[in-house]
């Protein structure tokens, strides 16, 4: 059974559940920081560690992120809602619950709109949203000894709860029905368009790879549109854009041969394997399973007034696919283009330099060239570079002027990155300028045709490319500081050769 | 003997201020009266005898050093045996954290810290305060001093016992149900179960937190209400913590002015199964109040006699989560760790073995409340009662300043009586449960013996939220009347303990 086989016979419904870890400084019920990759057990106090008589309190910022989440998502926002308590034991939760949100989500009723390529071109598809809730993280096992690194066969687990209590906001999918054979490309352009928006909102770093984006995949079969909704499985820690593409069409095969051999799906809790792209069997998971939710007595309810949930509506960011469309036309770029600026991440800092002034080619070109380059070798973003919009404002005015070349543009900007001051103090102090006066340039042309005494008589029996090893000297012996095109205009002036 | 420990804290208090007795000279009082009487007693589970001497030795440092101190800096006090303690070990009455020693302080026994007052040691409890008589504790039951055969009440048997027999002036208590007011009733001493809202609740073992609130526990009111106003105010550690400023209960208690106050008496809480003694004694204190220049009427609740059966769901789905973390993986007692089992065994057999069969029956029965299919019936239904007693007790205070009842429906009863009898026991916080269901304050108040077995009976002030200084006046107006019909304190009258 493979993909296209699969797909003609049934149709797929999908449901993401996505949990993101919010980039709050500190964590949802405590004051302990939330900075990734400390030392085990070093963020850490009374009530994240849950210790006897220890109480929450409510991070206000949390709530807000959950808010701007929920509305840049075209959710509602409750009027009121609590925090309930998922009760269930395991040793990385240290009260033995979860203080999570169960029927009175924060945000509620929402879609997104994914475009993605078709046959016929791009098409749109809503993913409806069922709800955004707040939650509290938990903590991380690790098993020592054993094979597989998991529990089974583990000599003993450790546990870190650095990460328990840290900022959550669990964003569910409705059923997502219609997508057809596209349900593997609809699933990853809702998972990367959530990413662009939550980034965008800055609400939290957005890393897969660092956990703090994380995919659970739900699919079942179907055998027509109309027939009932078939058994789901649940593939956990899907947590890259590629492998939620993967994920969803290794689900729907294997969905599919078992089916069509007559088995039945086990409604089940499945792992992903990023490395071999194959999901395994986890936990069997029935809908008895009983978290005995209630009101969590220790927080009160949560009613978030008009006004604020309107202001923070008026102080939403542009949505990332709205904007993109909009500068894609703007600047006249193709999707091709444009998604090489997306992903070199440089977008925003495009969007500065043409907010200065700088002209848009030459922003991107900028930053998606020499700087990317720059920031690479470095192993840092691009945001940590100390290049501002004015830099390359300044930096564009010099070469339109002729005063500055590519070349001598890039050494400019090896001043700046290593804090020599501004565009216009380094050009003077590293003496960065176009040599076009004559003089110097002339003698520069002589000393090459004697270095070279064929090439005259080459140029001038009508081979002009030949011409490019005199300027190239001349560029050289100028220390790159000539303006090429003058030197090449002097030179068939001196040897009488018209273009 | 000395006669420090039978002085009151307000007493104390100013004698260490004025530094004609020296803190630690009080402290060491109380310590040698509870090497000699505890044994008996068993009020207390950890005595911190250096801790004490040293807080004590620090007061005495400021009165040297003409230093301001807080209304009762360098006087004694119990502390119930669930607010977390740093350094010193909190149990809650309980095997399964033996050995627990907090990294923190309860913000309660910060604000005692720091007013100077000398915390004696930990008191005996109900395990996880669940309990009327002390009984339910891991590490034996307390003894009433005005019987030893007794119950001390509970689930804070030990906070009211180590104050009723002297071995300390003051204790803090924490009321769920009524487990500082019916201990106060059946052991001749006064105990406040302030606003819920009004005491942080930050570091005290939950049991259920929608009803638990900690308070004051003393042998008169005005020390009571000092305590009181130690404790109490806002706390940003606790959410449920009511921002707003805490009522004068001080000023309240010194007023003792109940004259053309509306006083209102539950027909609910009273009559029949109540014993005949607490109804005599009831009736006098309504002849008394009235006689004072207030005007009693009788109100109705029809709602409170479902409180105890909605009490009994609510609390156990509460404690039920609450207690979850009691697990013997991250601290305390673990049970069955020997290296072959799986974590899910040992967390099986740390609590099977850790808890109590009161613990246990409460946390199967929360359980169930909570369990999908039978919420909406159970947990969901108590809610609406509870609505219900608020909306009672609203009625109520549109028409009386205060409400009144017995606190308990008996006196002391003798220890195992209804230990096998769990719906008996909870009949004992009948009238003071629906105070907690609408997070009220309420007051207990000694107002006699009763006449068939000379035993405490205790009078219930109950006032709206917030309102707690109305309990301090008119329990202190009822206070200097009685004390002048008796010509001196009713624990005067309690027999004198062997060892002492």
Redesign the interface.
Known sequence: MNYDEAISKFDPVLGLEVHVELGTNTKMFCGCSTVFGAPPNTHVC?VC??????????NKIGVESAIRIGLALNCQIAQWCRFA?K?Y?Y?DM????QTSQYDEPIAFEGYLDVEIDTDEGRKTFRVPIERAHMEEDTGKNSHVGGATGRIHGADY?L?DYNRAGIPLIEIVTKPITGTGKYAPEVAKAYVAALRDILRGLGVSDVKMEQGSLRCDVNLSLRETPESKLGTRSETKNVNSLRSVERAVRYEVTRHAARLTAGDSVVQETRHWHEDTGISTSGRIKSD?E?Y???PE????PIAPSREWVEELRASLPENPAVRRARLVADWGLSEIDMNTVVNSGALDLIVEAVDAGVDPAAARKWWTGELARIANDRGIELEELPVLPSHLKRLEELISAGSLNDKLARQALEGVIAGEGDIDEIVKARGLAVVSDEGPLLAAIDEALAADPAVAETIKSGKLAAAGSVVGAVMKATRGQADAARVRELLFEKLGVSE | MSDLIKKDASELAGLVASGEVSAVEVAQAHLDRIAAVDRAVHAFLHVDTKGALASAAAVDAKVKAGEKLSVLAGVPLGLKDILATNGLPTTCGSKVLDGWIPPYDATVVTKLREAGIVILGKTNMDEFAMGSSTEHSAFGPTHNPWDLERIPGGSGGGSSACVSSFEAPLAIGTDTGGSIRQPAAVTGSVGVKPTYGGVSRYGIVALASSLDQAGPCARNVLDTAMLHSVIAGHDPMDSTSINSPVPDVIAAAKRADIKGMKVGIVKELGGEGYQAGVRTRFEESVALIESLGAEVVEVSCPSFPAALAAYYLILPSEASSNLAKFDGIRFGNRVGDDGTKSVEQVMSETRAAGFGPEVTRRIILGTYALSAGYYDAYYGQAQKVRTLIKQDFDAAFAKVDVLISPTAPTTAFKIGEKLDDPLAMYLNDVATIPVNMAGLPGMSLPIGLAPEDNLPVGLQIIAPAMADDRLYNVGAAIERELLAKWGGPILGLAPELAGA
């Open positions: 009374p560690l849950g210790l006897p008589g220890a109480l929450p309190t409510l308590r009760n034991f040793p240290p009260k033995n619950f687990s546990v008895a009983d005995r939710y209630f007595p220790d927080l009160l």
